[in-house]
């Protein structure tokens, strides 16, 4: 595909997106309401915490701007794994399915371009996040490495996107019941260090967190956010991240793609 057809593309995508979400505008104001009010109450749980028994030293010893990474972050990386299989369980739901992927338009093309605005979008919300986190609860990121922050966050998205085009290859196999989803938002949520510091499991969950690539991931925004720390210090995980996520994107499209000629074959895209 050349640069000017995937760039119509990719606009008619975000405008029909746009078009569809501007109708809901109350749905925006209370997700960010939502956000505020559970920042609100990581902050005073902070306030209720000794950051010294937590370990936090190495993350400037405050509680509230170690979890103020880790929520919002976890948020984003979160829907990046969602947001493909959403995508598919709602043009599933309404019917355009079997319309959108027999277009020439290729499946893998229009699975990445449907959750493209989605993406956008919430970027907007996690930025609104950190602004209200140095505004309003005063967290200092004046410190941060910002080339080190985008790469890693680019990275990340990466390697949960190609985890979110794998779900959406579940979806349109299995219908309902994805395991994959099931298993990544567990281990996140519960091995990622979004919450509270690794340092805190026992000896066999850290060995399970080495396995999960937010822990990594996490860890180096951290790093660059608080600390301001160099690319020479984190390298590794970089390297980590980096390697996940360039042998995952081509495999899941293959995968996505596979699933596409199989549920054509069975004649069960219209199904859900």
Known sequence: MNCPAALH??????????????????????????????????????????????????????????????????????????????????????GCLESMLGTQTAPETSILLSSLYSLLSSLVHLGLIFLVGSLVFRVNLGEANIPLVLVTFLLTVLVFVSFGILSASFVLVLKKGDPLTWLITTLNFILGGAFFPLEQMPEWMMDIARFVPVTYALDVLRQGLINGAGFAGVWRSLTSLAGIGLLLFPASLLIFNRAVRKARREGTLILY
């Open 9 to 94: 593309k990719a606009w008619a995508f975000l405008k029909r997106d746009f078009l569809i979400a501007s109708s809901y505008q109350l749905n925006f104001v209370l997700t960010s309401l939502n956000s505020l009010f559970i920042l609100t109450l990581l902050y005073f749980i902070g306030g209720m915490i000794d950051s010294g028994s937590l370990g936090l030293e190495q993350y400037g010893g405050d509680y509230f701007a170690f979890v103020l990474i880790g929520y919002s972050f976890y948020q984003y990386f979160q829907l990046a794994l969602t947001s493909f299989s959403s995508a598919i369980q709602r043009e599933q739901l309404t």
